[in-house]
C-alpha cells in the first residue's frame, strides 16, 4: 500500500472531492485526520472509511480561522506523532454572482480571492512547520482550469485558482530544500461534484441552454471529451502523496484531459 503508515490531514474532507481523497488516502494505507466546518458531514466519510477497516477521525475545524487550523495540526502531531501529508479542499467561497466582471462588486470578485489562498496559506503553512522539523512531508493543493484558460462570468474564482498555484510554487522552493514537496492537483471540472453541477446550473441559465448542454460544451473543449472523475483525481492524490512522486514537487498536475494544453 502506497501510504501504509502515512498521517494525513484533509481539509474540506465533508464535501465530494475531499471525502473521495480521503478515502482514497485511508484505502492506500493513511492514517487520516479529516477536517470540515460541518461535523456531520466529516464524519459520515470517518464511518464509510472505518467500514472499509481504515483509521479515520473527524474534527470540526474552520480552514478560514488560523487559530483553529493551528490547534487542529497541534493536536494531530500529538495523537499520531508527526503530519505526513496535507489536502486543502475546501471550496473557494460562498456563491458570487456569475456576471461579467465589468458588473461585479469589489467584494464579490476579492472573496474567492482572500477566502480561497487565505486557507491555503494557514493550512500548509501549519503542516509544514511540523514537517519541516522531520525533514518530510507533502503538501497539496487543488486549482482549477479557469485559472488556465479564459472563461466567462467566474468572477474572482480564476484569479483565487492562479493565486493557489503561485502559492503551490513559492511554497515548493521554499520548503523542497527541507525535505517537503509541494504540488498542486489541476482537475478540469467533476460533474460528480455537487458544488460543480450548481456551478453548471447556475452557468448554463446564464447563457441560455441546459444544463447537461452546458456540460456537454465543457466537454467539447477536452481532447478526451470528458470531464475529471473524482476517482483520477483521488488516486492520483494518493500516487503524488506517496514515495512513487518522490521527485515531483513545485508543480501543477494537469487532469484536465486535455482542455489545458502543456
Do not use: W
Not at 474567492?112 to 486557507?119: D, H, Q, W
Not at 500548509?124 to 519541516?132: G, L, Y
Not at 473524482?230 to 494518493?238: M, V, Y
Amino acid at each position: 500500500m502506497m501510504l501504509q503508515k502515512k498521517v494525513a490531514v484533509v481539509y474540506g474532507a465533508g464535501g465530494d472531492i475531499g471525502g473521495a481523497v480521503a478515502r482514497a488516502f485511508a484505502r492506500e494505507g493513511a492514517r487520516v485526520f479529516l477536517s470540515g466546518r460541518t461535523l456531520s458531514k466529516v464524519e459520515a466519510v470517518v464511518a464509510a472509511i472505518r467500514d472499509r477497516g481504515g483509521i479515520a477521525e473527524a474534527a470540526q475545524v474552520d480552514a478560514l480561522d488560523e487559530q483553529s487550523v493551528d490547534r487542529f495540526v497541534a493536536s494531530v502531531a500529538e495523537k499520531a506523532g508527526g503530519i505526513d501529508i496535507s489536502f486543502n479542499a475546501i471550496a473557494t467561497a460562498r456563491p458570487v454572482p456569475k456576471l461579467p466582471l465589468t458588473e461585479l462588486s469589489a467584494e464579490d470578485f476579492a472573496l474567492p480571492i482572500s477566502t480561497y489562498t487565505l486557507a491555503n496559506f494557514l493550512t500548509a503553512r501549519a503542516a509544514a512547520r511540523r514537517m519541516v522539523a522531520r525533514r518530510s512531508g507533502v503538501i497539496l493543493t487543488i486549482t482549477g482550469t479557469p485559472g488556465r484558460v479564459g472563461f466567462l462570468n467566474v468572477g474572482g474564482n480564476a484569479p483565487a485558482y492562479a493565486a493557489v498555484v503561485a502559492l503551490t510554487r513559492t511554497l515548493s522552493a521554499e520548503l523542497g530544500p527541507q525535505g517537503v514537496r509541494v504540488l498542486c492537483l489541476m482537475p478540469n471540472a467533476i460533474p460528480e461534484s455537487a458544488l460543480i453541477r450548481e456551478s453548471f446550473r447556475h452557468y448554463a441559465k446564464a447563457v441560455g441552454v441546459t444544463q447537461a448542454e452546458f456540460q456537454a460544451r465543457f466537454e467539447s473543449m477536452t481532447h478526451l471529451r470528458r470531464l475529471t472523475t473524482l476517482d483520477e483525481l483521488a488516486n492520483t492524490a494518493a500516487f503524488l502523496a506517496s514515495g512513487h512522486a518522490s521527485a515531483m514537487t513545485g508543480t501543477v498536475v494537469n487532469l484536465s484531459g486535455g482542455a489545458v494544453v502543456d
